[in-house]
């Protein structure tokens, strides 16, 4: 079964600096990745997609990604954070399952902008 | 653009009461997800559907049943409702062809009291 690990469940950056959040994902096929945000109370915006390709994938936002099979990670990027980035980033894993698609979520990171 | 709707936002019941969510698709888009997150939680996948059939199951309690309608809105009904269902349920949709990329909706939030 498929699995992902986000080992940050806190992240503090200062307004202006960059952003990488970690992800790792267990899956015994090609991976579909995902990269979600979610702000307090609301719903889950995709931030972006790898589904094969290149693996530096550019999102919404300014945000990047960048799909690494040896290591099995997804990391997310940013090179300028600012205050409005505060909120969850969940990392996702897409997998197959009697032919229809569903999605297995890490446990998300929290991450804090200080001014 | 269009976005998936869900209805009510909010919901407080009490124990042991019934409860229906319900979402409606972007237009277009055939397959329905239900996921339900809990406090602190991440999302956990429910069920899903796609042309009016449902697709796949996941950690859906047997309390909970749905269903999808000819207008691809779909509903979510739980019975006998228990403190620990409260959490934010989302419902997402994908387009024919890209099961892959789901689209959530804002979530309702439901409380047991």
């Known amino acids: 079964a498929q699995s992902v690990t986000q080992p940050d469940i806190h992240i503090t950056v200062s307004e202006g600096a960059s952003l990488e959040l970690r992800c790792n994902y267990s899956y015994g096929a090609t991976p579909y990745l995902f990269w979600y945000v979610q702000s307090p109370g609301q719903g889950l915006q995709l931030l972006l997609k790898y589904f094969s390709g290149d693996t530096l994938v550019q999102g919404i936002k300014g945000f990047e990604a960048e799909f690494k099979r040896s290591q099995s990670s997804f990391n997310l990027r940013k090179p300028s954070v600012h205050w409005s980035d505060a909120a969850e980033y969940f990392c996702?894993?897409?997998?197959?399952?009697?032919?229809?698609?569903?999605?297995?979520f890490g446990k998300g990171t929290m991450l804090l902008v200080s001014p | 653009a269009a976005g998936v709707i869900q209805s009510p936002r909010h919901l407080i019941k009490e124990k042991r009461e019934t409860a229906t969510l319900k979402c409606y698709p972007i237009?277009?888009?055939?397959?329905v997800y239900w996921y339900q997150q809990g406090p602190g939680q991440d999302p956990q996948f429910l069920i899903s559907f796609y042309e009016k059939m449902q697709s796949d199951k996941g950690s859906i309690p047997d309390r909970f049943s749905a269903q999808q309608f000819s207008d691809y809105h779909s509903e979510l009904n739980m019975s006998s409702l228990e403190l620990g269902d409260s959490a934010l349920y989302f419902c997402?949709?994908?387009?024919?062809?890209?099961?892959?990329?789901?689209?959530f909706g804002p979530g309702t939030r439901l409380t047991v009291t």
């Open positions: 237009p277009r888009h055939d397959t």
């Open positions: 996702a894993v897409g997998a197959l399952r009697s032919g229809y698609s569903t999605l297995t």
């Open positions: 997402a949709s994908s387009a024919p062809g890209a099961i892959y990329e789901q689209y």
